[in-house]
């Protein structure tokens, strides 16, 4: 698809760094997919000092490039959208902005406030590093696992810089510290997010909290 179809939908929803989560597939009616062009970023997380450097292979992430779908976009999520002020219903984001330097995240949000319409929702969702399984990453600085996440996302970084936004914001899943996993009530009819305690099948009865993410509701 490219940005002038886009223009022609009703209604038009973006999901950033979908990758294969676009329409028609399960819980993504109506989604339109925005990849990066070429491969999935352009740096990564040196995992022996935590330094962030340039990507050292170009044909690592092929996995990750989406298939040429009828309803995806290629382009530069840290770049402008090529299309007018207020002409977006709905925008989401789940497990793609740990992906980019958190300097990125002001301009991203300006831009993403300027394409929604008045009264239209920004979904986002990120891996919470307050988990306590994955805690020890915020020490670190860095996740030793995956190379590919720059930023550790979690509440009390998230928070002063989405609050510095012009959006409205509402956090509905955090870990607000160690021991307080604090879960609102999400209408997933405006926005489905599979890593929470609601729809991870890793979670069980006996550790309902294995998995969680951030999950924030910006609206203009």
């Known amino acids: 698809m490219d940005w002038e179809t886009f223009l022609t939908r009703s209604p038009k929803y973006l999901n950033l760094g979908a990758l294969w989560n676009v329409h028609p ?16 970023q352009n740096k990564v997380i040196d995992l022996t000092t935590g330094a962030l450097i340039d990507h050292p292979d170009t044909n690592r992430d092929i996995a990750f490039e989406p298939k ?14 090529p299309i007018p002020d207020n002409s977006v219903d709905r925008v989401h984001s789940e497990d793609c902005f740990e992906h980019i330097e958190i300097s990125k995240y002001p ?11 008045p009264g239209g929702l920004f979904r986002l969702a990120v891996p919470d590093y307050m988990n306590p399984k994955d805690r020890f990453c915020i020490e670190k600085g860095y996740d030793p696992r995956n190379d590919l996440h720059i930023t550790i996302t979690t509440y009390e970084l998230l928070k002063p810089i989405l609050e ?7 956090f509905l ?6 021991s307080q996993f604090v879960m609102n009530d999400v209408d997933y009819s405006k926005g ?28 203009k």
């Open 164 to 170: 510095a936004s012009q959006f409205k914001v509402e």
């Open 192 to 219: 489905y997010v599979k890593r929470t305690p609601d729809n991870d099948s890793r979670n069980t009865q006996d550790d309902p909290l294995l998995v969680t993410s951030i999950v924030c509701d910006l609206t």
């Open 173 to 178: 899943h955090y870990w607000k510290d160690e």
């Open 68 to 81: 040429p779908l009828p309803y995806s976009i290629h382009h530069d999520i840290e770049k402008p959208f």
């Open 107 to 117: 301009s991203i949000l300006k831009e993403i406030y300027r394409i929604l319409k």
């Open 25 to 40: 597939h399960e819980h993504y009616n109506n989604y339109v997919g925005i990849n990066p062009p070429g491969r999935f």
